[in-house]
């Protein structure tokens, strides 16, 4: 008796051996990976550097070039008295919208790169802004400044290269079509366009039509003093990020659509414009918001989640075959976990390489077939043969269970505990009659 003890505690501490080499085998398979997904984000970079990256457009802002002339005393040596000089100085003035009324239509589309699908969209931005004489008439009054050029309004975005085609911008008052120029106009961000305005008294309505292209996000960056966003795309899986969340927002199976309505209350906009300058713009980027399109779960994220569980599967599989020696059903010998073991790794390496050209659902199906069949042919020899049957609905259980659990968002860690308390009650009770069995069979060795 003590030498049957001494044996399967050997045995025992082999099997913990061999599952140690298991789970360095499927640490192996997680660093793939995240090679893989690392080479997928390389896809991304390779699609923002021949299409677009992601884009923050800014709303127009009012821009008044003008010449200020500074009248200061100087002195003058050769008739020892002060003299009166003139400097002039080139600024810009600029100023917030009365309003500005966006709405743009996401049309998402799929490029490929290698084996990776990459989403990016073509934006169909319609722009309804109403412009403000106040600053224009406030500077030709000031006797020491003089207009120059011409009033415009600029806009900015983060890529140029996505603007598809020069923008058209109308008065909806005279449907006269005003001119547009590449290039904001603005020192500190030249990226963008600018619209040359016509002499106006008192307040100006355009109706601008933009085409532009991007990756992955849309941001907005509000600079009127009542701002009115709303984008609408058919992509049914948007996060919504920045400083200013939807007030209304729809989302089901044919896509999305959001509204926000942001006030110069809420974003201190006019202290931006007192000092117009490079840091000023750094600052309101932080006032950012809009949408980016994601895949909740791919096919990487979902593989490592089931590699995560893939200890747990080693672990119940040879804890079932050691209660089956226990219970005296079967022999299993070393090869026996080892090889076994060796087909559950296989698993997750068939799932890699299947999810990368099928969809996940089908590559997870083709690799529990093909993993769970070998495992039963290789048993189907032995005396547990009779049970296979049974070994084949735990397996399909099993597998259905880590399905759900990698596949839910919401539900992964609650259904991981479920599966976590089954396996620990389907264990107490087939284990339940070995103590009982023990006691008997150390009575008839004492006898």
Known sequence: MAIAIQSKTKKMLLVFFIFI???IALSVVSNKIDERSNYRDMAFQSVSESWTKEQTLMLPVLVIPYEETITEKEWNKSKEEFVLKETKLRKKWHAPLISSKLNIDLQSQILQRGLFNVPVYTAQISLASIVDAASIQTLRQKPN???????????????????????????TESKQSLNVKAGSGLDHSPLGFSIL??????????DIRITMNGMSSMQILPTAKDNQVEISSPWN??????????QQRNINQAGYQANWQVSEL???????????????????????????HIQPV??????????????????????AMWIYELLGK???????????????????????????????????????VMSSCIIIYYLSNRSIK????????GFCVLYSLLYFIISSEDYALVSGAILLFLCLFALMASTKSLNQKDQMQTELFNQ
Do not use: C
């Open 386 to 393: 009779k049970h296979l049957a049974y070994l084949w609905v």
């Open 266 to 292: 809420a974003t201190g906009i006019e202290s931006m414009f007192r000092g117009f300058n490079s840091q000023s713009i750094e600052q309101s980027k932080a006032l950012a918001f809009g949408v980016r």
């Open 298 to 319: 791919d096919h990487y994220v979902k593989s490592d989640r089931s590699v995560k569980y893939g200890w747990l599967i080693v672990a119940l599989v040879f804890m």
């Open 145 to 171: 400044i003089k207009l120059i050029g011409g009033a415009f309004l600029s806009v900015v975005v983060s890529d140029q290269r996505g603007l598809v085609e020069l923008p058209k911008v109308f008065n």
């Open 330 to 368: 079967a022999n299993m010998t070393l090869l026996h976990y080892a090889l076994i073991g060796a087909a559950l790794v296989i698993f997750y390496v068939l799932l890699l390489g299947l999810s990368e050209h099928l969809s996940f659902s089908l590559s997870y199906f083709i690799a529990v």
């Open 237 to 246: 899986h948007p996060k919504f990020i920045g400083s200013f969340l939807p």
């Open 21 to 23: 080499a298991l789970s």
């Open 197 to 206: 305005l016509p002499p106006f008294d008192s307040t100006l309505n355009l």
